[in-house]
């Protein structure tokens, strides 16, 4: 049964910084490696793709408003990715969603996503 943990969201002013872990785990998962990603959903509105790295950890995409801010990262031969997340924005509060992609390759398309995370709140307060 494949378990995915989300931890380290929480609430921290204008310009400060958070650090977001994931550990996706059981049955395919404990075999192969995958994709990864972080998304967000604001209240009321779709969840929308934040930034995504390949199982190599060598391909990393994101979306343009967390672009220089935000840096994903995952440790080597492991379903585990992070999402660090510096100079945050009242904009940026949010649920974020860590999401297991259903290939090997970094993926920016939630529907390409099989398995995620149960959320975790940031809050940034201005």
């Known amino acids: 049964q494949v378990q995915i943990v989300e931890s380290g969201g929480g609430l921290v002013q204008a310009g400060g910084s958070l650090r977001l872990s994931c550990a996706a785990s059981?049955?395919?998962?404990?075999?192969?490696?995958?994709?990864m990603g972080w998304f967000r959903q604001f209240p009321g509105k779709e969840r929308e793709f934040v930034a995504t790295?390949?199982?190599?950890?060598?391909?990393?995409y994101y979306a343009y408003s967390v672009k220089g801010r935000f840096t994903i990262s995952r440790d080597s031969g492991k379903n585990t990715v992070y999402l660090q997340m510096n100079s945050l924005k009242p904009e940026d509060t949010a649920v974020y969603y860590c999401?297991?992609?259903?290939?090997?390759?970094?993926?920016?398309?939630?529907?390409?996503?099989?398995?995620w995370g149960q959320g975790t709140q940031v809050t940034v307060s201005s």
């Open positions: 999401g297991v992609a259903s290939g090997r390759n970094a993926d920016i398309l939630k529907s390409n996503y099989n398995y």
């Open positions: 790295i390949s199982w190599s950890g060598g391909t990393t």
């Open positions: 059981g049955g395919a998962l404990s075999t192969y490696g995958y994709g």
